[in-house]
């Protein structure tokens, strides 16, 4: 008999984060798997190989969702992921999964009490990529990314065995054979004689602090050879970040936009060097895509950069001025191919690695 599994990501279709790319990519994977019966639910309508569901839910950016918020003096997130739980609750009475696994605490939450009240009875598996920290009361099993997550968990009183240890799975892509940079570059409109220097993620300051890259990248003497992208989601604060650009730099020096997830590898592909200034995270999906496209992340230096990067990261107190210059030169002078850092991503994030990793994790809880 199969195990029936159920995937829900309220952002899927029109949010680009980590938490969409990976639940794709885990149904995807667990789809490969006879024994499991998984159905991916999420908000908007997307096209993938798995049976999906789009749910209809308030959306976090629409017009309704501020008002509401307004009203009940909430945030439109809130607001999504109530609204989501609501309508995806009539879904789990029909389809009944053994196991449902989120990565949106809030969705959590609100499944944990619906299922409380009236049913039906599912395990609920939280994927942890925010992080957040114990107490963990609504849900059956948590899924840690890092050692240094367990641990931290275990020392404020969480049995192990409420607790699995997998990093995220990555889907890399794989260029054609002999496909350079140059090649690249011409197909994504990019410059061709300027070292690119790319940071992904959602296009603010408050969390991953794209104005410090670009005073950083400003600061960079003789910058006129280099060219910096900003690529990510765009919300309340990129206008900011954007003006901000536009006042510190020459309008063709920069780029900042957003593209579907499908498409951040050409660009981390087509770059030669990568930054990612946030001073704290979960595990940052992005940092094993670069690596997986032979780019050694430059980060805050910190535990989480440590445990995910290992010796393939550039450590650095991006607090501080003047990091990133100092960064690249140490790149240049250590001197790494890019294909040896490749090849360290693949065999350590890639799906065809840690597949049965989190397969034992899913059949384990739903056989509890």
Known sequence: MKTSVAIACTGLGHINRGYESFSLQLAN???????????????????????YKKVWC?????SAARLLA?????????????SFSLVLWFWLLRKRPAVLIYSDFLLGVYLWHIRKIVGPKYKLLFSNGA????????????????????????????PP???????????????????????????????????????????????KRMSYVVDEFASIRGFDNYFLILLGE??????????????????????ITSVAADKVSSYLYAADFFILASLHEGLPRVLPEALGCGLMPIVHDYIVTRETLGEYGIYKDLTRNNQLIEAIAEIESRNIESSVISSHARNTFDWAVL????YNMIQKLADA
Request: proline share 5%; hydrophobic share 40%; charged share 20%.
């Open 234 to 255: 765009m919300g309340v604060e990129s206008k900011e970040v954007t003006s901000y650009a536009e006042i510190k730099l020459n309008a063709d020096d920069f780029l």
């Open 58 to 62: 308030i959306k976090r950016h629409s």
């Open 70 to 82: 307004l009203i009940f003096r909430k945030n439109g997130y809130l607001i999504e992921q109530f």
């Open 355 to 358: 597949k049965d990793k989190y």
């Open 29 to 51: 994977a667990l789809f490969e798997y006879d024994e499991i019966d998984v159905t991916l639910f999420g908000g908007s309508k997307i096209s993938c190989q798995v049976v």
């Open 131 to 158: 992080p957040n920290w114990p107490p963990f009361s609504r849900m059956d099993h948590v899924h840690q990314l890092l050692p240094h997550y367990f641990s931290g968990a275990v020392q404020s009183g969480v």
């Open 161 to 207: 065995s409420f607790m699995t240890v997998i990093p995220y799975g990555i889907k890399y892509v794989n260029f054609p054979y002999g496909l350079n940079k140059m090649t690249l570059r011409q197909t994504l409109n990019l410059p061709l004689n300027k070292k690119i220097i790319i940071s992904v993620g959602a296009i603010n300051n408050s969390h």
